[in-house]
């Protein structure tokens, strides 16, 4: 680590808030979210809100050269399970962890009222952001004591792009 860099722990880097998607979202939608959000991978939620997949790069990749790529969805490529860290361990461990799985993203897991969903992030971008930076301060977006909008503003915002998103779908047919 270079002088100056305070950053250590999995939960000083990670990112709080992790894409989620339900089984039956359009391999499309996920190809364009990976590029749109600067993602390494979305979680795949199943209708109850349980963690039971992960769609990234390679599971994309996987799948290209298929005839029927275009038709396939979440629930059908992705990597079951979801490869998971603790908060409170070395990034280097992390960074190990992820190299031995040929992983590039693990998450953090939260169990509220016996609904396990991801609750942050650590991937391969905050790693190499870690190693890039001159100071701590270029990565004050990231890690627990990062700024961020409050549950009521992310609801908001979701909601918000999920009413874009069904605006410009064309109706569906009874």
Known sequence: MQPGKTIQLVRDLMTVGVPTCPPDTPMTDIAR??????????????????????????????????????????????????????????????????????????????????????????????????????DDAALKDLGIHAARQSPLETFIKRRDEARRRAQSQPPKER
Request: hydrophobic share 50%; aromatic share 4%; glycine share 8%.
């Open 33 to 134: 979210r990976l590029l749109s959000d600067d993602l390494e991978a979305v979680v795949v939620l199943d209708h109850e809100g349980h963690a039971v997949g992960v769609v990234g790069w390679d599971e994309v990749v996987r799948v290209y050269g298929r005839d029927d790529a275009r038709n396939l969805t979440a629930g059908d490529v992705m990597r079951e399970g979801v490869p998971q860290v603790p908060p409170d361990i070395p990034l280097a461990a992390a960074a190990q962890l992820m190299l031995d799985q040929g992983i590039r993203a693990v998450f953090l897991m939260h169990n509220a009222e016996g609904i396990i969903y991801p609750a942050a992030m650590l991937s391969f971008r905050h790693l190499i952001r870690h190693l890039a930076a001159d």
